[in-house]
């Protein structure tokens, strides 16, 4: 049994003791934080097969994991905001009473810790010290989310010392258990601010400091004090001149954000001066200031990104953040012990071990036909953002960015165009309470269906949506200059299935749009969907889009937007009277303007 850990803070002390008690460990160890006490963990991970050492002259420091096949992405209908009222956590969210939440999961983690050890990591979310940052402390018996942990926050010895001997903290409690779909609950209690997670070892469902605080806590406690706490990556556009501007965009899971936020210019706009600031690529803080602008932190020091897909074309950024250094998790194993994954770069290797641990070979089919993938869909990097060429020097600032322009967008087959403004904060907010998109693979559930995501917070926001979209109201009223408001859609297909918008880097010639309009430099076309571009507005060099293209990308057509409107609505009447009526009268204004138009 566990010797009893010794801090000077009372109450973190006794509820690791507690916590302890429960899990029964074999005993606490303290994470510091420095590069011996990394090492160790690592090398006892490689000796129990937790995690797999890769190629050291090729990956130097990189680190190899497979999770349980039943655990590759976030479980949202396990995933629960555990407040006394029902109505608190709303009706876009699963709820249980905290009494019961913490009874169940309780009766899991009981001696479920025997043998193993209970780490302990303190950790910052935001730079240590500022006022805008969060600390927690998570216990888990994992070696895999240690090693996360150090890389995606600012964690150890550091955090401890600041936090003294009685500053307040998110008690984190974490447990693989068995991984066991039956038996695996990520639960939120906002009002003691405390999280359990239990049965699983993924991402998201286990790295605390992520979605779990800075998300479903974090959107709890912005409500309460008047800040927003989003899913949305931050990136700052240097124009030729070397003025920088700061964007903000809310894209669903796998929809986009880490590749915009490491976008490169395009070579036409490369050559005139034109450069990408990497911020954050998940999520951001922001605030209203004294100055009447939002600003903007990233609370995370790391990248846990998507794949497949990503490759030295399409995000030459994220290739080179992941060469050292970096956590590879369900990709294929190759026989060098290097990775690869699908559209990734090169052609796939001849033979390797895909992610389920089982032999793989190139063109290899299952019993139905279906080629078999080497890496899973949602198979992620864990990298350091220091590692990012494009990484900016304001990260690190406590005070982090003036916010220019906000973007939300989705995956969006027909209907949405390219890019749209809204008329105004009101209007913007609309957009993003009533935003759609088809699911990806990072979360479990139908791909491809369509749901209402606001916000692109929907797994995340951590009490009720309408009260959240009253947040996103207010903020508005907080500012003298808030930042425009646009909905983008890169993923619009012609009838044959392709994309229209080639996308990636070409997206850049959206965000120059986008900050000329927020400058009140160029002029639009108005839709009743709200402002578009003119063709001769955007920067086309060396993009050889015709026109007809062009159209399409952004052609209005009222039969589906009759549908959307339905569907819209259908999803703000489950708020009954709580929905801001600004939002309702957003949605009346628009039925109006689309029924003038042919
Ligand atoms: P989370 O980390 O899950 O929150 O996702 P994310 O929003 O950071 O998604 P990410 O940038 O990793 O994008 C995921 C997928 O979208 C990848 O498969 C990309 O190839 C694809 N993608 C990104 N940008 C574009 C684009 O401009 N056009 C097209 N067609 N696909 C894109
Ligand atoms: C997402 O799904 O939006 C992610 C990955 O960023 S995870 O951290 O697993 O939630
Ligand atoms: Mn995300």
Redesign the pocket.
Known sequence: MFRKINLKHKKLRDWINKMAAMCEPEKIVLIDGGERQKKALEKEGFSTGEIIKLNKKKLPGCVYHRTSPNDVARTENLTFICTKKKETAGPTNNWMPPKTAYRKAAAIFKGSMKGRTMYVIPFSMGPIGSPFSKIGIELTDSIYVVLNMLIMTRAGKKVLNYLGRDKDFTKCLHGKAERDINKRLILHFPEDNTIWSVGSGYGGNVLLGKKCLSLRIASFLAKKEGWLAE?MLILGLEKPGGRIQYVTGA?P????????AMILPPPALKKKGYRVWTVG??IAWMRADSDGALWAINPETGF???L???NRK?NPNAMDSMRKNTIYTNVLLKPDRTVWWEDGDGPPPKKGTDWLGKPWRAGMKDKNGVSVKGANPNSRFTAPFSQCPSSSFRSEHHHGVPVSAIIFGGRRTSLAPLVYESFNWQHGVFLGATMASERTA?QYGKQGEVRRDPMAMLPFCGYNMANYFRNWLDMGKKMHCPPKIFFVN??RKDASGK?IWP??AD?LRVLDWILRRADGKVGAVKTPLGYIPKYQDMEMGGLNLPKMKWKKLFTVNRKEWEEELKAQKAFLNKFGKKLPKEIMREHAALKKRLRGHK
């Open positions: 899913h894209f899971s796998a929809c986009g954000k880490t590749n915009l690529d998940d846990f990104g998507v497949p897909g990503t399409t990072a890169w993923f994309f996308g990636f997206n």
